[in-house]
């Protein structure tokens, strides 16, 4: 997302394309901009848990 901003894709090209809402990639841009790389990992205990008990 952040590499496509800075092509000069607008939001809603961006989201369209990640079939996501311009809402979240507006959120991702704004969290790169404040807390560069560390803001936008993945924090953990985010997501659906592994089922593979043997990962």
Same mark, same amino acid.
């Given at each position: 997302m952040i590499r496509l901003?800075?092509?000069?894709?607008? *939001?809603?090209k961006i989201a369209a394309?990640?079939? *996501?809402t311009v809402q979240?990639?507006?959120e991702v841009l704004h969290k790169w901009e !404040?807390?560069?790389l560390?803001?936008?990992w993945e924090l953990p205990g985010?997501?659906? !848990?592994p !089922?593979?008990?043997l990962c």
């Open positions: 901003n800075a092509h000069g894709w607008y *939001l809603e394309h990640f079939n *996501l979240t990639v507006r !404040k807390q560069g560390e803001g936008v985010r997501g659906r !848990k !089922k593979c008990t």
